[in-house]
């Protein structure tokens, strides 16, 4: 073989490993987010309140018995939610949902979204008529942007037959973060009780991993705040 055929060879070669390299590039893939495959319900309900804001600010408070994990949890499903929502929209500059921590309840008074994680469910403000997590906000429709929302969580809740006690295991918390934030966003329930991320319930005995936000809940938020971010 002559020497300008090997650098021809070695050039096509060249190029088609970067072909192969870029083709699967992770930052090409969606890793937030997958597309909705259950079509029994085409669309999400939405709230009658939207955030009139550049940024997002959640706050996470938690008992002191609640171990780490739990605030790291509630921390990474807000970040499923704005990289989701940026990788949706193809807009990496918006969509600023931050989390953070808190040490006291009263540091949570200048933010946006206050999350709450309890020992029990028995510490819910509103038990008890909830036992299981939940999130209440209150908006004034006469003046934008004015949204107060609190998001309560637990790794201990009752059971809907008011009588079982549950541990929840790990990807069942997770999934209820990902949820009651869904709806501090606007998003509200399915008609189907299961299986969808914003069914109004879960069932861990039968999913053995938390639901994927997908297509159907992205399309519903960029519905409600076109491509550009909250504000």
Same mark, same amino acid.
């Given at each position: 073989?002559?020497?300008?055929?090997?650098?021809?060879? *070695?050039?096509?070669? #060249?190029? *088609?490993?970067?072909?192969?390299?870029?083709?699967?590039?992770?930052?090409?893939? #969606?890793?937030?987010?997958?597309?909705?495959?259950?079509?029994?319900?085409?669309?999400?309900?939405?709230? !009658?309140? &939207?955030?009139?804001?550049?940024?997002?600010?959640?706050?996470?408070?938690?008992?002191?018995?609640?171990?780490? +994990?739990?605030?790291?949890?509630? +921390?990474?499903?807000?970040?499923?939610? !704005?990289?989701?929502?940026? /990788?949706?929209?193809?807009?990496?500059? *918006?969509?600023?949902?931050?989390?953070?921590?808190?040490?006291?309840?009263?540091?949570?008074?200048?933010?946006?979204?206050?999350?709450?994680?309890?020992?029990?469910? $028995?510490?819910?403000? =509103?038990?008890?008529?909830?036992?299981?997590?939940?999130?209440?906000? +209150?908006?004034?429709?006469?003046?934008?942007?004015?949204?107060? #929302?609190?998001?309560?969580?637990?790794?201990?809740?009752?059971?809907?037959?008011?009588?079982? /006690?549950?541990?929840?295991?790990?990807?069942?918390?997770?999934?209820?973060?990902? &949820? /009651?934030?869904? &709806?501090?966003?606007?998003?509200?329930? $399915?008609?189907? #009780?299961?299986?969808?991320? $914003?069914?109004?319930?879960? =069932?861990?005995?039968?999913?053995?991993?938390?639901?994927?936000?997908?297509?159907?809940?992205?399309?519903?938020?960029?519905?409600?705040?076109?491509?550009?971010?909250?504000?």
């Amino acid at each position: 073989m002559t020497i300008r055929k090997l650098l021809l060879a *070695a050039l096509a070669a #060249a190029v *088609a490993a970067a072909f192969l390299v870029s083709s699967f590039d992770p930052a090409f893939a #969606a890793n937030y987010y997958a597309d909705q495959t259950n079509f029994e319900e085409t669309s999400v309900p939405v709230a !009658r309140y &939207h955030w009139s804001e550049d940024i997002i600010d959640s706050c996470i408070y938690k008992d002191e018995n609640v171990p780490n +994990k739990y605030y790291a949890w509630a +921390k990474l499903a807000a970040q499923q939610w !704005r990289q989701a929502l940026r /990788e949706y929209t193809d807009n990496q500059q *918006a969509w600023e949902l931050t989390a953070r921590y808190v040490s006291s309840q009263s540091e949570l008074r200048s933010c946006d979204v206050r999350v709450f994680i309890f020992d029990s469910y $028995m510490d819910f403000p =509103d038990y008890p008529s909830q036992t299981g997590a939940y999130t209440s906000v +209150k908006f004034d429709e006469g003046s934008e942007g004015e949204i107060d #929302a609190n998001v309560y969580l637990s790794p201990f809740i009752l059971h809907g037959d008011g009588e079982t /006690e549950i541990d929840l295991p790990s990807y069942a918390f997770r999934n209820s973060a990902v &949820h /009651e934030l869904g &709806h501090v966003l606007g998003l509200g329930h $399915m008609q189907s #009780a299961r299986g969808y991320l $914003m069914s109004p319930q879960f =069932d861990f005995w039968e999913e053995d991993d938390q639901l994927s936000i997908t297509t159907l809940e992205l399309e519903a938020l960029v519905s409600v705040y076109g491509n550009d971010g909250f504000d």
